[in-house]
């Protein structure tokens, strides 16, 4: 349950920053937190913000091994 609210904050966050001008949707996620962190997605270098919060950057559930 709180990490449904959390999404909503979060969501609401980033589209407040967009309309102030400081964190576009379409800036790449390995930009703003470096590409480094997500040596294991695919396609990391390419998710944008916007992505993410449509829910359309194609990351899956991958279980640990």
Do not use: C, M, W, Y
Not at 4 to 19: H, P, R, W
Not at 24 to 49: K, Q, V, Y
């Amino acid at each position: 349950l709180a990490a449904n609210i959390g999404k909503t904050f979060v969501a609401a966050t980033v589209l407040d920053l967009e309309s102030e001008a400081r964190l576009p949707r379409d800036d790449r996620l390995s930009a703003r937190l470096g590409i480094a962190n997500f040596d294991a997605l695919p396609n990391a270098e390419t998710i944008t913000i916007g992505q993410l919060l449509n829910h359309t950057a194609e990351l899956t559930h991958r279980a640990s091994a």
